[in-house]
């Protein structure tokens, strides 16, 4: 099992940033992926960024030069910095990681940390 913990979140105004973090610990071992996901009122989870071990990263194309993912494979930890921050990035975001063992992969998510983006 792997237990991820968030922290971070919060209110801010419009144009304003954030920054997201989550420390990994459990079994850690062949982690491949980390990063974020979030979910908005009424909408369905969605990926905001994600970090492979090799250190190559995706966005969303919603959020593409605003937010930055980093991952700190010392300390098992993964990072999501959010500027210029709008109304519709609020959400509830969630760190997610994944382990491949072999063949098989095994997701974990975080318990959630509120982002509200007041206008």
């Known amino acids: 099992q792997v237990q991820l913990v968030e922290s971070g979140g919060g209110l801010v105004q419009a144009g304003g940033s954030l920054r997201l973090s989550c420390a990994a610990s459990g079994s850690i071992f062949s982690i491949n992926t980390m990063g974020w996901y979030r979910q908005a009122p009424g909408k369905q989870r969605e990926l905001v960024a994600t970090?492979?071990?090799?250190?190559?990263?995706n966005y969303a194309d919603s959020v593409k030069g605003r937010f930055t993912i980093a991952r700190d494979n010392a300390k098992n930890m993964v990072s999501l910095q959010m500027n210029s921050l709008k109304s519709e990035d609020t959400a509830v975001y969630y760190c997610?990681?994944?382990?491949?063992?072999?063949?098989?992969?095994?997701?974990?998510w975080g318990q959630g940390t509120q982002v509200t983006v007041s206008s």
């Open positions: 997610y990681v994944r382990r491949t063992v072999g063949v098989a992969w095994y997701d974990y």
């Open positions: 970090v492979v071990s090799g250190g190559k990263t």
